[in-house]
């Protein structure tokens, strides 16, 4: 099935074609808002419900899972007793953490689906990580492939699960922008996301749909040319909802500036335009707010500012 969101302000964009018809058909539809692409990969979402079903009743093999990344974990599942929090479990992997998982534990695993995903994963990044990076300089005016040399990923499942602290809250996922360059949301096809139009107007994204969703780190780098969405999970009482996520970001050295020193189309703050702000620095910012959404760290001051909003302060001038 053809997947594609159509943002309601967006205007086709015609891309060049990245070989036979074959080939992922990438199309962005607005160089202004979200971008979009046709994606017919599906993601292997019984081996996704496998791995979560498994996890959710072998807390020992979570507890395992979880000491071979010590820091944050790699299994999140604060929506068990929080109810503020997202509403939602996730599990977090990566080339790092993967490849501190134990042999061992990877083979028990593997029946439960951990292979299955790991490889969507890889073979998802290998075949449309580059073809979406050209087409998001196109929309940039500027080259953001040297900016992307490492492969700065993360790969995340999320359990949109009726059972947790608050089955009847409607909060699966807070309203943000990703902190990244881009993001592709694959969906199990229950409907749920929702892009904001305009501020306070919620659109929904089908259920069946596969979307490309630009984030922080590629506002800036393009100097404002590509702009970010804020998007948010609505859940529906009893009804379990499962997406995999590739997050793709800059390297962690990079500088968030525009690239060489394009003219912006909009004013960023004097810390931006200096180049005062690294991606990893950016990042731990921002993560200190996701973590907090998703009822992974404590913070100060918590209600003071929403994520975007301190973001937002940071970013423009
Ligand atoms: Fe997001």
Redesign the pocket.
Known sequence: MATQVIHPQATPIALPSTGPAEAPAVSFLGSSTTASVNIEAKAPFSSIQALFDHLHAHPDDVAKLNATYPRRGVIKTAALHKGESDQKFTIDLSSMRNSRIPEALRQSLDPHGLGEVLDFFDAISAQYVPVILSSLSLLAGTDLSAAHTSYNMNYRLCDYNPNTAAPESSNG?GA?T?YGTF?IIFQDGKPGLELEETPGTWVPVPGDATVV?TGWCAVILSGGRISAAK?RVRRVPGVRRLSAVLFVAPDLDVKLKPIDDSQPIKAFSDTIMRGDLDVETFKDVMGKRWRYREGNEEIDNADSLSQDNEIENMVWG
């Open positions: 996922c943000h990703d993001s969703l998007h």
